[in-house]
DNA sequence: CCTACCGATCGGTAGG
DNA sequence: CCTACCGATCGGTAGG
């Protein structure tokens, strides 16, 4: 079982730039690169938000760690709070359009395969590779202004309404025992959670995980439709 | 269905002590009042830190909050990091100590009606009056240094132990059907979770999320022992 | 994107 | 527990 995690927008791989020699190009002034540096704060400020928190990283610890001086940020971003959002906006967006894809690939197979899928591509996005963005976007959006919190709410909005059909469908078919509004919250929950404890250097794999997560949600396989029932 | 909540340790109401007029006491002189003082600096740390995480709440917050002046803190707690730990450590000690008794309760019951126990509880600790410790410990927890760390872990610990035995007698009757060790972790991960979304003003009570919590991860009543099997 | 820099705030302390 | 205070740090900016 792999996940379906197929043709998916890379969301912040250097885009194609005339290559230059390592080392910074110190003082060749005026020679924009532009979205290749704002790429790489954000980058890092997900790393940093992520491991330190947003209150607890400085503007000069993210400079530093792109290699700029302790004003440079500020060209790129208006403010400390804009990278933020910056930083949890994008993750939405990359989180929004590999679920849509892995739906669109599953958009034949019974309701159990397709949030196999969702359960899947959520662990990837929470702790696959390029994974700080969300788990920002989970745990700072305290630090938010209300006018961004409502922004980044409508991207959560429609991720969310991705697992209602899916969800409404197990729990017709009995699988899914709770109901599905409270089932969703607390689901969601389970997976989110997981960046707290899990760890890629020990035992449980992506994949364990999921398998895991499906067995205590909807039981080894639901007969949905046409599945024999055993004895 | 009521929280099995009955008679528990309370953290932090007023001990007993002489009441004195209202309004502050001004510069009476050398009169300690201590636990008293205390145990309300711990109170409006463990709010403030909650609404607005521990970075971005200033020992002078806590002091306006709590009706002192911004130097009086440190006459109660030698840092910032260590009223974040004595909130951490206090939520923690209130809430092992709720779960024993709930289980303590509950001893001749069955597993299934154990997990109940243990999950309203745990909604009640989380949710419930004067719940904002435990959140702290959930979400702050990157604020503390290793060795505060280490000695909370002991606590977390003992408090996730306490399910093990009722999650793996439910495993063995097939009423739980994924691993204990991860489902422990995603149990706790959806539960934990509500801290982001419940919200007492909307319609879903404590019971209405326990009881749907169990319908997720354990159906609707699991045959344990001495029940008939239909059909 | 760098160089300098400012105003404000913050954790913490001495001394009572 | 208050008064007065210090040293350090921080977000942000002007001007190039």
Known sequence: MSAPAAALPEPLTTPTAP????????????????????????????????SQGFAATTTRDIATATGMQSGSPFYHFKSKDALLFAVMQEGMRAALARQQATLQALALQPPLAQLRGLVQTHFAVLLGPDSDFIPVMLYESRS???????????????????????????????????????????????LNWSVQWF??????????????????FVGPGAPASSASSST
Not at 144 to 165: F, G
């Open 19 to 50: 290559v230059r020699p390592r080392g910074r190009p110190r003082k060749t002034l005026l020679e924009r690169d532009d979205g290749n540096r704002r790429a790489a704060l954000l980058a890092t400020a997900a790393a940093l938000f992520r």
């Open 144 to 190: 938010l202004n209300s006018a961004q919190r409502t922004e980044l709410a409508a991207l959560q909005s429609q991720y969310e309404a991705l697992w209602v059909p899916v969800l409404s469908a197990l729990h017709a078919s009995g699988a899914l025992r709770a109901p599905v509004g409270l089932a969703r919250l607390l689901i969601l929950g389970a």
């Open 199 to 216: 760890d890629p250097h020990k035992a449980a794999s992506l994949d364990d995980l999921s398998d895991a997560a499906l067995a205590l």
